[in-house]
C-alpha cells in the first residue's frame, strides 16, 4: 500500500492549509485512514482519524481541523484552520484496515508544516 501526502507548506499564523493524502495498491478496504504529525524534537503524536464516519481529534486541533474522506478516490483530506506555530510540524498520513490505526498500519512519507510570520 503507498499513500502519498501533499499539501504542506509555508503558512503564517491564522492561515489555512489543506492536505491530501491518495492511498493505492490495497487489496483489503482501508477502514481507518488518519492524520500525525512530529514536530521539532518531539514525538509522533495523533492529529485526526476517520473510521466508518467517526471522527477523532487531537484535543489541540479540535475546533480547528477538520477530517474528510472520499472512498471512491481513496483520499483522505486534513482541513487546518487557524494555524499555530506549534502546528508546525510534519505530517503523516496513515491507514489501516482496522477500525484503528494499529501496529501495522500503512504510512505515507510525510508532508512539512511551518507556520511561521
Known amino acids: 500500500v503507498q499513500l502519498q501526502a501533499s499539501g504542506g507548506g509555508l503558512v503564517q499564523p491564522g492561515g489555512d492549509l489543506r492536505l491530501s493524502c491518495a492511498a493505492s495498491g490495497s487489496r483489503f478496504r482501508l477502514n481507518t485512514m488518519g492524520w500525525y504529525r512530529q514536530g521539532p524534537g518531539e514525538q509522533r503524536e495523533l492529529v485526526a482519524t476517520?473510521?466508518?464516519?467517526?471522527?477523532n481529534y487531537a484535543e489541540s486541533v479540535k475546533g480547528r481541523f477538520t477530517i474528510s474522506r472520499d472512498n471512491a478516490k481513496n483520499m483522505v483530506y486534513l482541513q487546518m484552520n487557524n494555524l499555530k506555530p506549534e502546528d508546525t510540524a510534519i505530517y503523516y498520513c496513515?491507514?489501516?484496515?482496522?477500525?484503528?490505526?494499529?501496529?501495522?498500519?500503512?504510512w505515507g512519507q510525510g508532508t512539512l508544516v511551518t507556520v511561521s510570520s
Open positions: 496513515a491507514a489501516d484496515v482496522r477500525g484503528f490505526i494499529s501496529g501495522n498500519a500503512f
Open positions: 476517520i473510521s466508518s464516519g467517526r471522527r
